[in-house]
């Protein structure tokens, strides 16, 4: 870690190259000009109105009843498949 410690008290020490020099400020003034991007208001209403069919669509349909869930779960309580049953033997 010495080398690593040199370079880096080296690298302070240096002055800063001209290229940097001014850097920040042309590179602010280059922001400031480029116009800002904006989506149009029609993209916007469109947007919004299919968000608003979406919302009233899945709305209307009902979603499906629930069903009972399988009783050959493995992992399930009191289950035939269960690897302890499946040890022990049946009871």
């Avoid at 000009?33 to 947007?47: E, F």
């Amino acid at each position: 870690m010495d080398d690593l410690d040199a370079v880096l008290t080296r690298m302070a020490h240096a002055p800063v190259p001209a290229s940097l020099d001014g850097m920040e400020a042309r590179v602010l003034a280059r922001i400031a000009a480029r116009p800002a991007a904006r989506a149009g208001t029609g993209i916007g209403a469109v947007t919004i109105a299919v968000a608003l069919v979406m919302g009233v669509l899945s709305a209307g349909f009902p979603a499906r009843e629930a069903g009972a869930v399988s009783a050959l779960s493995p992992l399930g309580p009191m289950s035939p498949l269960a690897p302890s049953v499946l040890l022990a033997g049946a009871p």
